[in-house]
């Protein structure tokens, strides 16, 4: 008696080898050109922002990779949540700043390009950038879209421009946070959330630019001392040359509150300025005559928030107040001498900030290494990758 067979059983060589060649035509995805496909979803959706008036959408090479890698590993289906998408990339790339997905399902590439289009947030105009996967699963063929926003780098350059937070790197333990100069003040401590410790100083100049306060010291006071070595007659003619030279007018006294720091030669010019400005200005020539100087920032017993100069000349270190106009013969006195009347929070020379961190003994020693921190005047940014 036969029966009839309904099946047959295969050697399993066989076997496996149908397997794998059934999943390569059913589950593995024709090979799509992901950058085209992308290339001309950008196309196709930069024409609809145009009628809307926005600016057109760009492609994110780091948010694509990700995308790429979380399909590649999780491929998706028409039932993806999307929230396991947001969540990944939010942290695979953790300065997205805003997002949108969506996921469309078609017969054809075409078609699902035609359906992109349709996404209403195409023209959301906070998002910048489209990033897309497509894969082929059986007859369907499916897109996973994401749109996403950055935030933007911290650039002084551009500060005064930029609205809302930016991200910044802390000069003091690496951490990046968000800063935003919105809130305008005389002078600026940018401080970490992160190490808690101040790491940079800004200032707004003359023309409302926002400038890293070493900035200040140009060497351009116009004021020349020719060509004798540091000493303390030098130091002593220099200071007498800052105090009487000029009348300075306090930016408190003034009847509109000047929220600008000076350059050497805008208060020479001027013949007026405040202690900041005049700090600068004597600093500014100390370094050009070859002394040891910095400007000094933070709080006087009489005056409050103030600054001042200090110099480091045969092993002392004295404090040069170039705001008191009782005095037109300076007698020099040491930052000892003086310490209990002024508590530094901030130095700067040309090159680099100087940090105590409310360390004992800074008003002391402003050169002590192990109380005065330095942070260089280029560490505080990030760079644009
Ligand atoms: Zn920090």
Redesign the pocket.
């Given at each position: 008696m036969g029966s009839l067979a309904f099946g047959f059983v295969l050697p399993p060589e066989k076997l496996e080898a149908l397997k794998s060649s059934l999943s390569v035509t059913g589950v593995a995805n024709e090979a799509f050109d992901q950058a085209a496909f992308q290339g001309r979803c950008l196309t196709d959706m930069n024409q609809r922002r145009l009628q809307v008036n926005l600016l057109p959408l760009k492609r994110d090479p780091e948010v694509q990779e990700m995308l790429k890698t979380w399909c590649q590993t999780k491929p998706f289906s028409p039932e993806v949540d999307l929230q396991h998408v947001f969540r990944y990339l939010e942290q695979a790339v953790p300065t997205i700043h805003a997002m949108a997905a969506t996921v469309c399902w078609d017969t054809n590439s075409n078609a699902v390009q035609e359906g992109l289009l349709r996404w209403e947030d195409v023209i959301d105009g906070q998002q910048e950038c489209l990033s897309t996967y497509i894969i082929r699963d059986g007859l369907r063929v499916g897109c996973l879209a994401v749109l996403t926003q950055r935030l933007p780098v911290f650039d002084l350059d551009n500060a005064k421009e930029q609205k809302g937070p930016a991200l910044t790197q802390?000069?003091?333990?690496?951490?990046t946070h968000l800063v935003s100069l919105e809130d305008v003040r005389r002078t600026i401590v940018l401080r970490?959330p992160?190490?808690?410790?101040a790491?940079d100083l800004l200032a707004c100049d003359s023309e409302g630019m926002f400038r890293r306060a070493n900035y200040f010291l140009t060497g351009e006071s116009r004021l020349s001392f020719a060509n004798q070595p540091p000493s303390e007659e030098l130091l002593l003619k220099i200071w007498r040359a800052v105090l009487t030279g000029s009348h300075y007018e306090l930016d408190d006294d003034a009847e509109e509150q000047v929220e600008s720091w000076k350059t050497p030669r805008e208060t020479v010019d001027d013949r007026s300025g405040d202690c900041e400005d005049t700090s600068i200005l004597m600093t500014d020539i100390l370094l050009t005559e070859g002394f040891d100087a910095r400007v000094a920032l933070g709080w006087n017993v009489y005056g409050g928030e103030h600054a001042w100069c200090v110099v480091r000349l045969n092993g002392k270190q004295y404090l040069i107040e170039t705001t008191d106009r009782r005095s037109d013969t300076p007698v020099l006195r040491t930052v000892e001498e003086l310490a209990q009347y002024y508590t530094p929070e901030q130095t700067f020379d040309r090159k680099q900030i100087y940090f105590c961190d409310d360390k004992p003994g800074a008003a002391e020693d402003y050169w002590n290494e192990d109380i005065w921190t330095a942070v260089s005047n280029d560490k505080t940014r990030l760079a644009l990758k």
């Open positions: 802390c000069g003091r333990c690496g951490g970490c992160d190490c808690r410790k790491y």
